[in-house]
């Protein structure tokens, strides 16, 4: 294990809520919940600490976490496009506007991007072989409709998804996206081959605040753990912010401490180390 980031001052206040990302954090890479990591959430209920998770997953895809984890709080999928109950009853969705979700399409497709599209309970692809399809529908636990065209969806579409294992690609088309659109939307890496297309308010930094709104809990009370880009913006407005261990550089300069990676239970070590505070090693 890499050396953690040595301690620097963080918020007084007792935390009162903890928001986890799900791929690359809560589970491990290949997508496995362990027992360490319910143990943990288990204590932090325990502890009188509010749990919620946010991913970049449909509802369906997070709906295998709320048993194990007893989860009570809103779901977060979408990257907060969506937000859900437990039982996956809708709360509210910010979808994107109607009439960027072509342009957008056509955006990613210049970079040489597989495109997904994600409406509803419904995910669309062109081609069920494409890269990162079977490992999409083995994490999220149901299938794609395979569609001709995406050239009739254009209502109501929560997210688009960007994928290639050219990284640089998926890199450059979130640059380009953003230069294109500006804050019309939001695009940020999910994973390294996943570039998430979605209404400028689904976003992390927003779900933080949402949640804080609804339970009435300061933003320095928040604490927040995740490993992509796209989890940073919920780190700005958190008091605790937590990187995992496979995170990149840039998003673990972002946070205010390092953990192990996920397959190394990085996820449980910073409930442990940072939010509850036990001090293992």
Known sequence: MGVLCEY????DLPI??????????????????????IEAV?????????????????????????EPL????????????????????????HTIPAELVQPAIELLES???????YR?????????????????????????????SFAGIREDVAKLVGVSDDHDAVQRASVAADE?????????????????????????????????????VPSEAIATIGDMPNDVLMFAHSG???????????VQRAARRVTRTNDEDGFAYAVERFVLGAGRA
């Open 16 to 37: 009162r809520l903890l928001l986890a990302d799900v791929d690359g954090t809560l589970v491990t890479q290949q997508k496995v919940l362990t027992e360490r990591s």
């Open 240 to 250: 605790l912010s937590i990187a995992m261990g496979n995170a990149g550089r840039e």
């Open 8 to 11: 620097r001052p963080v918020t």
């Open 180 to 216: 294109r659109f500006g804050d019309t939307v939001s695009a940020s890496r999910s994973q390294p081959y996943y570039l998430d297309v979605t209404h400028p308010e689904a976003n992390k930094g927003c779900v933080v605040r949402r949640l804080a709104q609804r339970y009435e």
């Open 70 to 93: 007893e989860l009570t709080t809103p779901i977060a999928a979408f990257n907060g496009g969506l937000l859900v109950e437990p039982d996956m009853s809708p709360i509210e969705e």
């Open 111 to 117: 970079f040489a991007l597989s495109v997904w599209v």
């Open 120 to 148: 509803g309970a419904d995910w669309y692809v062109r081609d069920a072989r494409g890269p990162h399809v079977d490992r999409e529908a083995a994490t999220v636990q149901f299938s794609p409709t395979v569609a001709d």
């Open 42 to 66: 288990r204590k932090v209920h325990e502890a009188g600490i509010l749990f919620a998770v946010t991913s970049g997953r449909p509802p369906r895809g997070m709906q295998m976490l709320v």
